[in-house]
């Protein structure tokens, strides 16, 4: 680490030095060097022993600035120009930002400063060769806080070298604390435009421009889901991230196991990446070039490195937390030197938004019913197994979700930042990027939607901030959306944002979870959707009592098992096809099916754990199996698919345990690479003891051996005979899940699906509640764990009230039903007591 006896200063002397080094300054110089100066200093000094590579540097400080202004009388001159600011005016606030750089800019620097700079530069330059490239980067003194990022507000210069063009460079650092989106920001969150000095950090660059680069936080930044760290990554140097310029892979790693050595990645997703930032010739200090279709169709990190960077994710939050006495989530951004393939670590500051929110208040937005009956909207959560939602029409684009909420508006498409005076209020903001240059009328936009950009760069951070819904990464939305045309936006289903015509009428609903009352009986939930399940961690359960692993196979695998195992055969062109592109990425394609399975399971089961997670093996019956891609060939037709080839009569049969073998191993990935030993496979629609055993015995060959490694195997109570041999049934798994739709179906001998006889479809039958009974008692007799995972709790408080009076042991819920069933079940536990 570089120092000299120059900079080796007193606490008194730093605060009238004009440069430290990272070295001699830690987090609690914000004052004195600016945030992210400060931040670079703390890392170096307590982080870099444990790891982490964090490259070095000096920052100018804010004595510095301050010295610059005074010394040339400037301060009376800025506060006369801001005398009559007014922010909403686009254009005074143009004017205003406009002279007060140029008055920056045509000021030189006291030749103290000048020579203070030169000399620090030319030490770096000792280090390493002669004009050593470095990033120079504005660090404010009120930037980087917990509770205001000021993210982009400054500039960032890259590859700059020589003295001539850091002293240039640091000039215009200066100078850009009067950026207009700088000045707007600066009056929206109150602070004074000259209480607030700029600092400047001139740092050895990493040569991501040979390589990789990007943008990760500490947190989900959606739904504030604070066990998942997110990383982003793109090629070349970083700034194509930050500023939304490209559509970057996005990772997910669960950190409480990746912390006790495990590696669990959640979830990867491929960006189209198709600029890379790197050096220039010298006429500029950077350009973007086009990325080759090969490498755009790749992942930019390995799995090492999306660990790597996770551990680092993890050291960094932790630190921080303890710091400030308070959990402390982390905005990061991190570079890979494409000389020496190293990682570095080169900026660190908080994350402002869901480490601000109120965590006992749910807020939920929600589509609400509209139109004639039967033409009503669906609310989350129940979507049919293809994901389809009835009565919201096609989204007309659709991108990467920025915000839980839902938004009205007129469309209106601006391409140049130059225009945006003609942006109205509540208008609806439609461009190709909106990087901080546009923050002047993001505050003023109902939404916003952009063709480019991922969920971590600075203007998702700012719409964030302002708590405008953003829909980045549509990549065609600017041809799409016409100016005028009324829209609603959607960033409250999942992680796919979408922007649907018309208005559609939507509701509100807050929930105050502070209070609520502790239930003997456990609350579970009922998860589908992988994509959406980070936003269900903020409901208080006991864990998952159901998660489908239909939903993640129909909708994100979308392939027939058997028709990966048997791609050379297959006979169907189109679907072979289909399946090679869905594939590209893996070398075998058996291992497409697992990775996504195991990647939708593992979401799920981080969310919830340590908490229980029930995962029911496959029950498509054979006519959905054939929809899936490539499946006709492998599915017989039957008259009767409900009650035919289904559940655990497929689990060993030739024609499917080579299916089922796949399944085995993404619930093993879980449990073992991952770490996520919280996850209970259940088997569905078990029709004999005998059977149960055969399907142990299939799992235990393929890696799920019952005991091991704390291995349980549940079993679906849902068909008469689950009941009448529940005792033998008990000797077998470890526990039962009452089904109470297939159990009411076979009891009653109904068709649900039939509207001729749908009448008569009641769980609250007396024959079905006695089934339910009978199983209940069964389980106690033989310790064994009994719950529901039907509809019927959360549609009948009632059936609810039976259930506890039956002693069940767990109530699996729709997410929207538990709020209100805890207090329901609470209050019949009281009534009952002990």
């Keep these: 680490m570089v120092k000299t006896s120059q900079y080796q200063l007193s606490e008194d002397s730093q605060e009238q030095s004009l440069v430290l080094w990272f070295n001699e300054i830690g987090i609690n110089d914000i004052e004195l060097v600016g945030g992210k100066n400060a931040s670079l200093g703390e890392m170096i000094r307590q982080l870099t022993p444990r790891g982490v590579n964090v490259p070095t540097g000096f920052a100018t400080t804010a004595h510095a600035y301050r010295y610059f202004i005074e010394s040339a009388g400037l301060e009376e001159q800025l506060r006369s120009l801001f005398a009559d600011l007014d922010v909403e005016d686009v254009n005074n606030l143009r004017q205003k930002g406009r002279k007060a750089r140029d008055l920056l800019l045509h000021t030189p620097f006291p030749q103290e400063l000048r020579t203070a700079i030169a000399q620090a530069y030319e030490v770096l330059c000792r280090q390493y060769n002669p004009d050593t490239d470095v990033a120079v980067r504005s660090s404010a003194t009120a930037e980087d806080l917990p509770d205001a990022s000021f993210a982009g507000q400054q500039e960032t210069y890259l590859n700059v070298r020589g003295v001539r063009g850091v002293l240039a460079a640091c000039h215009r650092c200066f100078a850009s604390l009067f950026t207009d989106r700088a000045i707007s920001y600066r009056y929206t969150k109150g602070f004074d435009h000259l209480s ?9 660059m990493v040569r991501s421009d040979l390589a990789s680069s990007g943008v990760m936080f500490s947190i989900d930044t959606e739904t504030g889901f604070q066990n998942a760290a997110l990383i982003t990554a793109a090629y070349g140097l970083g700034e194509n991230v930050v500023q939304g310029a490209v559509n970057p892979d996005e990772y997910y790693v669960f950190k409480p196991t990746l912390k006790t050595g495990h590696s669990p990645i959640l979830d990867k997703k491929l960006g189209s990446k198709e600029l890379q930032m790197v050096y220039d010739d010298g006429s500029k200090f950077t350009k973007n070039i086009p990325v080759p279709g090969v490498l755009r169709n ?13 551990r680092w994710a993890c050291l960094i939050e932790d630190h921080y937390s303890q710091v400030r006495g308070t959990y402390s989530p982390m905005d990061i951004e991190w570079a890979k030197d494409g000389i020496t393939n190293q990682l570095f670590i080169v900026q660190a500051r908080p994350e402002t938004v869901q480490s601000q929110k109120n965590q006992t208040v749910l807020r939920n937005y929600r589509f609400r019913g509209i139109g004639n009956k039967g033409q009503g909207i669906r609310e989350r959560g129940e979507e049919n197994i293809n994901g389809e939602q009835g009565g919201i029409p096609t989204p007309l684009v659709t991108g990467r979700a920025v915000g839980e909420a839902i938004a009205h508006g007129k469309v209106k498409v601006i391409l140049d930042v130059a225009r945006i005076d003609r942006f109205e209020t509540g208008d609806v903001l439609v461009t190709d990027r909106t990087d901080p240059d546009w923050e002047p009328v993001m505050k003023r936009a109902s939404a916003i939607v952009t063709n480019s950009g991922g969920r971590t760069c600075h203007s998702a951070i700012i719409a964030r901030e302002l708590g405008v819904p953003a829909i980045v990464g549509c990549n065609d939305a600017t041809e799409v959306l016409r100016t005028g045309q009324e829209v609603t936006v959607s960033c409250a289903e999942g992680e796919e944002g979408k922007v649907y015509p018309g208005l559609i009428p939507f509701e509100i609903e807050e929930n105050n979870i502070e209070d609520l009352p502790c239930t003997r009986t456990q609350i579970l939930m009922n998860v589908g959707n992988p994509q959406e399940v980070f936003s269900l961690s903020a409901i208080p359960s006991d864990g998952v009592g159901l998660a489908r692993t239909e939903f993640i196979i129909a909708n994100y695998i979308q392939t027939h098992p058997m028709a990966l195992l048997y791609f050379d055969s297959l006979e169907d062109e189109f679907a072979k096809s289909k399946i090679a592109q869905m594939t590209a990425l893996y070398n075998d394609k058996p291992s497409y099916f697992v990775e996504k399975l195991a990647q939708g399971i593992s979401r799920i089961a981080a969310t919830f754990y340590p908490k229980p997670v029930i995962v029911r093996m496959s029950d498509f019956k054979s006519n959905e199996y054939a929809n899936l891609l490539g499946g006709k060939q492998f599915e017989p037709k039957e008259e009767n698919p409900m009650l035919g080839w289904r559940g655990a009569a497929r689990y060993y049969d030739e024609g499917y345990k080579e299916g089922f073998a796949l399944e085995c191993k993404a619930i093993e990935q879980v449990r073992g690479k991952m770490g996520l030993t919280n996850v209970i496979p259940m088997i569905p629609f078990c029709r004999t003891p005998e059977e149960g055993r055969l399907v142990l015995e299939e799992m235990a060959h393929n ?104 002693g069940i042991d767990s109530i699996s819920l729709n997410p929207d039903s538990v709020l209100k069933t805890i207090l329901e079940i609470a209050e019949v536990e009281k009534e009952i007591g002990d």
């Excluded at 089904?739 to 479809?761: C, E, H, M, P, Y």
């Design 196 to 204: 607030i000095a700029l600092a400047v950090g001139v740092q050895k």
């Design 703 to 806: 890696g799920l051996r019952q005991g091991e490694n704390g291995l349980q195997v549940y079993v679906m109570c849902e068909l008469p005979n689950n009941v009448i041999l529940a005792s033998q049934f008990a000797e077998i798994f470890d526990g039962f899940s009452i089904g109470s739709n297939d159990l009411t179906q076979l009891t009653l001998g109904i068709d649900r699906d039939s509207a001729l006889v749908a009448k008569l479809f009641d769980e609250r039958s007396q024959g079905v509640k006695q089934m339910i009974l009978l199983a209940i008692q069964a389980a106690k007799k033989h310790n064994r764990k009994i719950g529901i995972c039907g509809q019927a709790p959360s549609d009948y408080p009632e059936f609810a009230r039976f259930l506890v009076e039956a």
């Design 298 to 310: 790749r992942f930019v990190l390995n799995d090492d490195e999306i660990l790597q960077l996770g």
